[in-house]
Every structure is written in C-alpha cells, then in structure tokens.
C-alpha cells in the first residue's frame, strides 16, 4: 500500500502522544471548516486501538480501519491501517446529529458518503498531501471508500455550497423531519427553488436510493450533475467550477 510522507508522521506523533490529540485537531478542523458550532456531545469519543486480527473477527468492522459506536462513544482505530482520514471520519460520525436518526441510519450508504466527502473536503483543506492521495491513489492508506456516494455528494457541491448539509448533519437535538426540511430550504436558498425532498423520497424507496437520489439531483442540477458523478472532478475541491445558479425573476 501506498504511504504518503505525511502519514508516517501523523501516525507516529499521535502514537507517541495521544490518540485524542487526533481526534481534537479533527474536532478543531470541522469547526473551522464546516461548522463552528460543532462540540462532541457528552464528551469527547474514547479511542483505542485494535488489532487487524481482532477488527477482522468483528462482522461490523471487517475490512474498515475504523469505527465509531454511538451507543459506548467510544472510536475503534485498527492498528497499521489508520490514517487521518481515519480519524477526521470517524470524528464526524461522532458529532454528527445523523448517528442518532433511525432514517439516517436506513440511509446508511448515503450517509456514510456524505461523510467520507466532508473528510475529503477537510483533508483538501487542512492536509493537501492526504487530500491527494485520498482522491488520486486507489493504493494509499488515505484512499477514498464509499466512492459512489462520496462522489454524489462531491457532485452535489458542485452545485450548492457545502454548508447546505449544516442543518442536516451537525443540528442537535436530531430530528429527521425537521432536518430534512432545513436542508430543503438551504438548498433552494441557494438558488434551486425546485429542489425536491430527495432525502425523504430516497427514505421511501431504499433499494434504489443511490438512483433516486441521483435522478432527483439531475432533474434540479441537468446533466453535468450525472457527469461530475463518473468522474474525480466531483469531489476534486482544488478544482473550481462554476456553480451556475439559477436567477429567478423577481415576483
Ligand atoms: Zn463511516
């Protein structure tokens, strides 16, 4: 597998260290980047670090290199195989109001990459040489998992700012309706009035919640939203595009 220079680093300053300082630089990059407001809910997540061996007898952590459980708050980081993708995603999940919504969690595969994307968008912004890895190198520690969710959402903010999943993703106390419907209004604030629930229909029709969500996502954005969606310029944030919005007359 591919290591990046930074990796060494990171890993053996937090090994030496304190896994937690991992996890407060993640906090402090998420409040700086996405959401100020954002705190660990009860207290900060307990991190230990699990063998290969013991994360591969576990059917919920398998091939992950991580894991948050809500229910102990506690982070699981397997050894010789976590990176600071590891921890930024797994810091997400901690703070994020979703791990408590039943809906969100119907919506596992949606959800995770759209988390798997705000790590990237943070790695682009704080550790570029992460970043690289994570959207370029398949082989890297730091490599991109959910790809095709991650690059719906990559996609998605080609079109309306990251913020708009603020209400969605780091909103306390956790409601899905209203959730929803604060992500609906950001979303055609930012100028796509037609905007759908997509979340709520994508809930209705699980099997197929990638293709709904993807078809809603066209019929707003047209068709350079289904092509950023096959390509690594969907979640390539060092690459500016324009966001093209839609100005309404004035009623
Ligand atoms: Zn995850």
Redesign the pocket.
């Known amino acids: 597998m591919f290591q990046c220079q930074f990796r060494d680093q990171y890993v053996r300053r937090l090994s030496t260290g304190s896994l937690n300082d991992g996890i407060n630089e993640a906090l402090g990059s998420i409040q700086t980047y996405l959401c100020s407001s954002t705190q660990f809910q009860t207290a900060p997540p307990i991190v230990r670090e699990i063998s290969q061996e013991t994360a591969i007898r576990d059917p919920t952590i398998g091939q992950s290199k991580g894991q948050y459980r809500s229910g102990t708050n506690e982070m699981v980081l397997v050894k010789d195989l976590w990176c600071v993708k590891t921890v930024i995603?797994?810091t997400l999940?901690a703070v994020s109001s979703t791990q408590q919504l039943e809906e969100a969690i119907q919506l596992k595969p949606l959800f995770?990459g759209l988390?798997e994307c705000l790590a990237g968008y943070l790695l682009y912004k704080k550790y570029p040489p992460s970043f690289n890895c994570w959207k370029d190198n398949p082989d890297s520690w730091c490599r991109m998992s959910y790809a095709p969710f991650c690059r719906l959402w990559g996609s998605f903010f080609r079109f309306v700012p990251i913020k708009t999943v603020i209400p969605l993703y780091f909103e306390f106390p956790p409601d899905w309706r209203r959730a929803c419907q604060r992500f609906v209004d950001a979303v055609r604030q930012s100028g796509y009035r037609d905007f759908p629930d997509v979340l709520g229909e994508a809930l209705s029709s699980t099997p197929s919640m990638y293709w709904i969500f993807r078809s809603k996502c066209r019929g707003v954005f047209g068709k350079r939203f289904t092509i950023f969606c096959g390509t690594s310029i969907a979640i390539d944030f060092s690459i500016k595009v324009n966001r093209k919005r839609i100005t309404y007359p004035k009623e």
């Open positions: 995603h797994e999940h995770e988390t």
